[in-house]
């Protein structure tokens, strides 16, 4: 673990902990909700969005402080809203190797679980949006500061809760193109897991306008890189390493853009039922390899752009890095 993720963490359990004690004071009913959220967040996970959020910031010229520890926590509680919720559309029962939200509300309910759980699931995901904006606000910014950064911090909310609806659309639509899942990619991943983290640290560091916007160029196509390798992990990933069962996508047909690849090129799949079946279409069809050559491309577009960043020759590298280690990461 890392200075930014030792700090972080602390964060989080520290503003949990005081949300829990006020929570209980309405109801003590209320503190075995509070301790899912707080295990769903312990979780582990990437703390990808609070590490981009701290290079944006290093990289507009101020050094990792506080305030910023704490901008980078309330993303963390926003990307634990936009999971639980994410689960329970998607019906699925684990996340990052340990049962999903709803399965846990659900098994503790003495009433209904089958309805209790989902229920009690979207609450708690709201419930972390609420307190990601709470804490955000209390970071210890500047008024000035924070008034900076709203418009992308606005932004990367919108996006991404447009982004999850095109998801469900394409989820139950008949049969989803190639451009509809980039479409998804672009707004539920790229948007909101690379290009808003980044710009929001710039912004709460003051940075220039022109270096804010450059981060597109970057951001996008990385952001797709890494949105095409969570598909290739949910279709080919070791549930021991992914956190969830392998070929869990493939089952439930998620609208991915190798599953719309294949469809193309392998019509019949779509009849097909068995896993490893479909696995094999995929190899067979070409697809895969297509999958792997359009993360190539994007992962060459993305890093060309980060060494064009007017930022210090040491942050690029950092940028660098980080990204080649998603892009092409087994978890």
Same mark, same amino acid.
């Given at each position: ?8 963490? &602390? ?25 899912? @959220? ?9 703390? $990808? ?5 701290? !290079? ?16 980078? +926590? ?8 936009? #999971? ?9 029962? =684990?996340?990052?190797?340990? /049962?999903?939200?709803?399965?846990? &509300? +659900? ?5 209904? /679980? ?8 979207? @609450? ?6 609420? !307190? ?11 008024p ?6 709203? /418009?992308?911090?606005?932004l ?5 809760t @447009? ?9 139950? %639509? ?13 707004y539920? =991943?790229? %948007? ?13 560091a ?15 196509? *990385?952001?797709?890189?890494?949105? #095409?390798?969570?598909?290739?992990l949910g ?20 609208? =991915?853009?190798? !599953?719309?690849r =294949?469809?193309?090129?392998? /019509?019949?799949?779509?009849?097909v ?15 895969? *390899? ?18 064009? #960043? ?8 950092? $940028?660098?890095? @980080?990204?080649e280690?998603?892009? !092409?990461?087994?978890?």
């Open positions: 673990m890392n200075e930014l993720e030792a700090r972080l963490e &602390l964060a989080l359990q520290d503003f949990l902990a005081e949300r829990r004690s006020a929570a209980i004071s309405l109801d003590a009913r209320l503190g075995p909700l509070v301790d899912e @959220l707080e295990s769903a967040v312990a979780a582990g996970g990437k703390r $990808l969005r609070p590490q981009l959020a701290a !290079w944006g910031y290093r990289a507009g010229g101020a050094d990792l402080d506080d305030p910023m520890v704490r901008a980078g +926590a309330a993303l963390e509680l926003l990307h634990t809203f936009a #999971l639980i919720q994410d689960d329970v559309m998607d019906r699925s029962v =684990t996340r990052r190797g340990r /049962p999903a939200s709803h399965v846990v &509300l +659900a098994a503790a309910a003495q009433v209904e /679980p089958e309805r209790f759980g989902p229920s009690a699931a979207i @609450l708690l995901g709201d419930l972390a949006l609420i !307190w990601a904006d709470q804490l955000l606000a209390a970071s210890g910014f500047t000035e500061r924070l008034a900076r950064a709203q /418009p992308v911090y606005n990367l909310r919108t996006e991404v @447009l982004g999850q609806y095109l998801d469900v659309l394409a989820a139950h %639509s008949r049969r989803v193109t190639e451009a509809e899942a980039l479409a998804v990619n672009r539920k =991943t790229a %948007s909101y897991t690379v290009e808003r983290p980044i710009q929001l640290g710039l912004a709460l003051g940075a220039p306008d022109d270096l804010i916007r450059a981060i597109s160029g970057y951001a996008i196509p *990385a952001g797709i890189a890494f949105q #095409l390798r969570d598909d290739v279709a080919f990933g070791d549930p021991e390493v992914t956190g969830k069962p392998s070929g869990e996508d493939l089952r439930e047909r998620k609208p =991915t853009w190798l !599953w719309a =294949t469809l193309g090129l392998c /019509p019949e799949a779509e009849t039922k068995d896993v490893d079946t479909l696995r094999n279409l995929m190899v067979e069809s070409g697809a895969l *390899a297509e999958a792997e050559d359009k993360i190539r491309a994007l992962d060459d577009e993305a890093l060309a752009a980060a060494r064009r #960043l007017r930022v210090a020759g040491e942050l690029v590298d950092e $940028l660098v890095e @980080l990204t280690r998603l892009v !092409w990461r087994r978890s």
